[in-house]
């Protein structure tokens, strides 16, 4: 089986530079894995992902968008627990970016095209897209599929 090269991999391009820029992320968008990391107290990943929002914090803002906080929010009865388990956390609620649509559509039709059979990966997409265009750098533990179509995304992963 012949190894592909990096330039035979379809990717999300988007021919705007503004989308290319190799400035320093201005704060960090918080994946969901990571936050039910920290609010499950989860044993294996608890400590890193603790570790790494702190670190985060100390550089920028911690921030989250309604996609983030609708992934985590299976785990509470209620909106009011949801945002009682949050308080503690130093999160900075955003909106999502227009400019992230076109982009995380783009991500989504490459990953079809390369048969990809998650039927609906789009929050990851639009999660990745969002923190390229805020300028943002992404904590997650989810790194490979954001390495893959948003290469130029800065990523706090293990």
């Known amino acids: 089986m012949a190894l592909q090269s990096t330039a035979d991999v379809p990717q999300a391009r988007e021919p705007d530079p503004r989308y290319l820029f190799g400035a320093m992320p201005r704060g960090t968008l918080v994946d969901s894995c990571v936050l039910i990391d920290i609010l499950a107290n989860d044993p294996v ?30 785990r509470f ?12 956390l130093p999160l900075l609620k955003a909106a999502l970016p227009w400019d992230a649509a076109f982009l995380a559509g783009q991500a989504f039709k490459v990953y079809r095209l390369s048969q990809g059979l998650k039927t609906s990966p789009m929050p990851d997409f639009y999660i990745g897209a969002h923190a390229l265009v805020a300028q943002l750098q992404l ?4 790194s490979a599929r954001y390495r ?3 290469p130029n995304l800065a990523l706090v992963a293990p």
């Open 45 to 74: 990943w608890a400590d890193w992902s603790l570790d790494q929002l702190e670190r985060c914090a100390a550089l920028g803002p911690l921030v989250i968008n309604p996609l983030i906080l609708a992934e985590i929010s299976p």
């Open 77 to 88: 009865e209620r909106a009011t627990d949801l945002e009682a388990a949050l308080a503690g």
């Open 139 to 142: 904590l997650t533990r989810d």
């Open 148 to 150: 893959s179509y948003f």
